[in-house]
T-cell receptor, first 113, second 112 residues
Framework: DTEVTQTPKHLVMGMTNKKSLKCEQH?????MYWYKQKAKKPPELMFV???????INESVPSRFSPECPNSSLLNLHLHALQPEDSALYLC????????????FGSGTRLTVV | EDQVTQSPEALRLQEGESSSLNCSYT??????LFWYRQDPGKGPEFLFT???AGEEKEKERLKATLTKKESFLHITAPKPEDSATYLC?????????????FGGGTRVLVKP
């Protein structure tokens, strides 16, 4: 298995809703990432998990809450989002040790109404 | 601070018309440079990693090269299916969490 699987592919939520994005990989990668990408812009790093521990939080607002229940799963919990949070949310993974490229998932297209 | 600049922002090509994309970078000790292809609404798809100046890699109609200050992605005799956004990213030797710094991308449209 050489894939990063993200669900759902599309999500529409209201500003008072609570929802979660899910990311799964079975490549034995020990680093997992959340990126946010707005239209026609490059991906921006949000969070890094290394060996199931949060190692980087790029000053992301608390309405985004990451969780890494085990080495294969990464969640992003969403609460009280704003319309400007609408974007493509990308999950990625890599082996963490040494120099290895990322494998990206297909992303979740989030629309906040 | 690590910086990556890609040019041009957009490129329109006729099928078969070869061209090159540029990625200029400044980084405090390069660990590696990545090229990705991204289709609309999809995640980036890995193309190449380059580790040191002078290195070249090829895949079908694509060839990536690296110098100490920039990388080029050459597209030879492109086909419409090569239409995509091409992203360049660098990883610094001391990058916390193996963080990648991305450039703004080059949107390539190949017309039949």
């Amino acid at each position: 298995d050489t894939e990063v699987t993200q669900t759902p592919k599309h999500l529409v939520m209201g500003m008072t809703n609570k929802k979660s994005l899910k990311c799964e990989q079975h490549m034995g990668h020990r680093a997992m990432y959340w990126y946010k990408q707005k239209a026609k812009k490059p991906p921006e790093l949000m969070f890094v998990y290394s060996y199931e521990k949060l190692s980087i939080n790029e000053s992301v607002p608390s309405r985004f809450s990451p969780e890494c229940p085990n080495s294969s799963l990464l969640n992003l919990h969403l609460h009280a989002l704003q319309p400007e949070d609408s974007a493509l949310y990308l999950c990625a993974s890599n082996r963490d040790r040494g120099f290895y490229g990322y494998t990206f998932g297909s992303g979740t297209r989030l629309t906040v109404v | 601070e690590d910086q990556v600049t890609q040019s041009p922002e957009a490129l329109r090509l006729q099928e078969g018309e070869s061209s090159s994309l540029n990625c200029s970078y400044t980084v405090s000790g390069l660990r590696g440079l990545f090229w990705y292809r991204q289709d609309p609404g999809k995640g980036p798809e890995f193309l190449f990693t380059l580790y040191s100046a002078g290195e070249e890699k090829e895949k079908e109609r694509l060839k990536a090269t690296l110098t100490k200050k920039e990388s080029f992605l050459h597209i030879t005799a492109p086909k419409p299916e090569d239409s995509a956004t091409y992203l360049c990213a660098v990883q610094a030797r001391e990058a916390a969490g193996n963080k990648l710094t991305f450039g703004g991308g080059t949107r390539v449209l190949v017309k039949p």
